[in-house]
């Protein structure tokens, strides 16, 4: 039989991927906080409830992708919160980048009503959620996964089990550090060359083929160049995935220099007004320290 | 009318490229430290010179492929020195990564007897050496380097004239900060996966094909989990171009925290006695902080 589903919160990122399940036909209910970013789906045939309890009532998996940690909790184990609604057999997926730690609380409580967690967050971007190219981590019961992962399938393209509980959320904060940490050397390089007077576009296509090679020289470094800093992924909430990630560092006792000091300087990004701004608005920050401007 | 060419030291870079040049048929005069490094090149028909002067006498193109910036001073202007040998028209090529400061200092001292020097410092290791896909970042006089692109082509695939004298030097040290702060994230994010219980393997496949992905990840990474620390690029050498970055950083008033951070911890990695090993060694200081072993 197929499976209904809803989803809940429909801001960039879930209004994407709500969309393509409602394409690929799956009756679909959905909640949001303003009910103004559901009447596009609405049109479209999805169902409106007035709760993520009710929501989940209408579902046999229930999608979460809202932004930070007590957002979830909220949906999930706050009144009105999907809980209310748990039984034997639902399953519920949240997309949101949260703790591990608060992750697998969650999985706790909805356990002892037999509804299974997977925590399930995403990195591609809007792009990624428009055309289903997201790549989806997972962690929770395999078997539950192995029940979702068609649905998932609308939504991604590598779609990897990472193991319990938890582990699909810290696959994400390891991508995060990777993320974060390389597009603090690219900033760093950047201002380096331009204070000693290279060529910024020449010295990218010098360095970029080789061992110096990333994603964010390859994607980031043009717009720095330009002076695009329009988000891609914004200060702001690489800022809270690092808060997420030195917290889980502290309590796991993991000594992070690198990340420690890309949150530092993303906190003087912050100070200067860059927060709503893409992380390439780092290279401002550290131009700024080399006193150029 | 065939360049003469003379080929200034034969490590294990300079050895593949000095070949290379033999093998495509230019007359080669060679000269190394320790003469026994020669002898392969001169079975093969290269003549010897007993010091670097004797070398450049020979000569219409003069390459240098030492480590550090006072081994490329001895070679240039130190007794027996190229200098002796310079000339109107005798261009000499400096492939060493070393200071630009120092190199510009040269560059003045060869200009005074009409010999031009080009800095020219490679990427791409010992595979790019022996099959002529380096990397070479161009400074110094444009004409003089038209007139050797096609030496450097037998060497190199990606050849970029960088700019004036020193600019080749300073796109090479943007490329140090780019490799040694990228692999210093993936050691980073490798160890906070492993202390959390993230299967490795797993996890480099999850994360290494979006925004998180760079050359380091791709080739540093699963040498980390297979625990094999043979060098790529040897932790010293790292520490050797680090030094160099941060004099020019702070002759240049450019704060680098990220580069900075870097040396240190390979600082730490040296005084555990990982300097030999490859700079994915680098991996093994974190997880020492984070009490693994």
Not at 52 to 81: L, M, N, R, S, Y
Not at 111 to 128: F, M, N, Q
Not at 157 to 179: D, E, M, P, W
Not at 191 to 196: D, E, I, L, P, Q
């Amino acid at each position: 039989m197929e499976k209904r589903v809803a989803f809940i919160g429909l801001g960039i990122m879930g209004g994407h991927m709500a969309s393509r399940l409602l394409e690929a036909d799956y009756p679909l209910t959905i909640h949001t906080r303003s009910r103004a970013k559901a009447s596009k789906l609405l049109g479209q045939g999805a169902e409106w409830a007035d709760t993520p309890a009710k929501a989940a009532e209408q579902a046999d998996v229930v999608f979460i992708c809202v932004t930070d940690t007590p957002d979830v909790e909220k949906v999930v184990t706050g009144e009105h919160g999907v809980i209310a609604a748990a039984r034997p057999g639902l399953i519920v997926v949240d997309h949101s980048t949260i703790s591990p730690i608060a992750t697998r609380v969650m999985a706790a409580a909805l356990a002892e009503k037999g509804t299974t967690l997977l925590d399930a967050p995403v990195s591609g971007g809007d792009v990624g959620a428009r055309n289903g190219t997201l790549s989806i981590m997972v962690g929770g019961e395999s078997s539950a996964f192995e029940q979702v992962e068609p649905l998932l399938r609308r939504m991604g393209t590598t779609i990897t089990y990472c193991g319990k509980s938890g582990a699909g959320q810290t696959t994400k904060l390891v991508n995060q550090i990777l993320v974060s940490v390389t597009n603090m050397g690219v900033c760093e390089a950047l201002v380096f060359a331009r204070k000693n007077g290279l060529d910024l576009e020449r010295t990218i296509a010098a360095v970029g083929g080789g061992a110096a090679g990333s994603w964010q020289l390859a994607n980031l470094a043009p717009k720095m160049v330009a002076g695009d800093f329009r988000p891609g992924f914004m200060v702001n909430l690489q800022q809270k995935d690092l808060r997420i990630i030195l917290q889980v560092a502290e309590e796991s006792k993991t000594s992070l220099p690198a990340a420690s000091l890309v949150h530092q300087l993303f906190t003087a990004a912050e100070a200067a007004g860059h927060g709503k701004e893409g992380t390439q608005a780092l290279f401002k920050v550290l131009e700024k320290l080399a006193s150029i401007h």
